[in-house]
């Protein structure tokens, strides 16, 4: 049984109610259920989360919610993992055979259906882990540091005078989704040290964990809207 589990809890301060606050023409969260559900690839798509409205919400747009995530699963501090072993658990209460998870955040505008079918073939040719990841805009070995003075100096000194094309890229999580085996999730594994990746072009990626970051999104939202063949 493949499942998709939408971590969504209801304690965001940064942005109030962001997980069910309008971006475009849904709640934020219908576009993770939306593209869950588009994919054709899950048995359930399960929303975890300790708030009733946000519980609601996700049902009126077509996910479930067989369980609510315990309080001490849903503070600031609380890592991916956990929660993710969580929901296999209350569904194999469930008497559900739960193979393959794939974690997806509710803050998933510009996640793509064939991104979760080609991490599902990484998954599915051996490895333990497979999620998105997108190259650094430049290079981290020519990264600065800047002290209270405005002085800068580099974090590398080797690199200060190498050309940039010359240098290796870099990659960082995309921040959108993790496919994994019930059994690594099960186990408590590291995503990143036991994970396969595949690489997002940049420009489909944002993390919108401020309102700055809310409004660029939304900015690039309509701007990929109105790029869309009609």
């Not at 939408?6 to 219908?30: C, E, H, L, V």
């Not at 496919?179 to 995503?191: D, P, Y």
């Amino acid at each position: 049984m493949k499942l998709a589990v939408i971590p969504a809890r209801g304690g965001s301060k940064r942005i109030p109610r962001k997980n069910i606050k309008t971006f475009g023409n849904k709640p934020m969260i219908g576009h993770a259920i939306h593209t869950a559900k588009a994919s054709g690839l899950f048995d359930a798509v399960i929303v975890s989360t300790d708030d009733t409205e946000i519980a609601q919400t996700a049902r009126d747009l077509g996910a479930t919610t067989p369980f609510m995530r315990p309080a001490d699963l849903a503070d600031d501090y609380t890592p991916t993992v956990p929660v993710i072993a969580h929901a296999i658990r209350a569904c194999q209460k469930l008497e559900w055979h739960v193979e393959q998870v794939c974690c997806i955040y509710p803050g998933v505008p510009f996640m793509h259906a064939d991104d979760l079918r080609t991490a599902l073939a990484v998954l599915e040719d051996g490895a333990t882990y497979a999620f998105p990841v997108t190259p650094f805009p430049s290079p981290i070995q020519r990264a600065l540091r800047c002290d209270a003075s405005g002085t800068t100096t580099p974090f590398f000194p080797e690199y200060a005078a190498t050309r940039t094309q010359d240098l290796p890229p870099a990659y960082h999580d995309a921040g959108q989704f993790y496919w994994g085996r019930a059994s690594a999730w099960l186990s408590g594994l590291n995503i990143h040290i036991h994970g396969r990746t595949i690489v997002l072009p940049h420009w489909r990626v944002i993390d919108i964990d401020t309102s700055e970051d809310w409004e660029r999104a939304e900015l690039m939202y309509r701007a990929l809207e109105q790029k869309a063949p009609q």
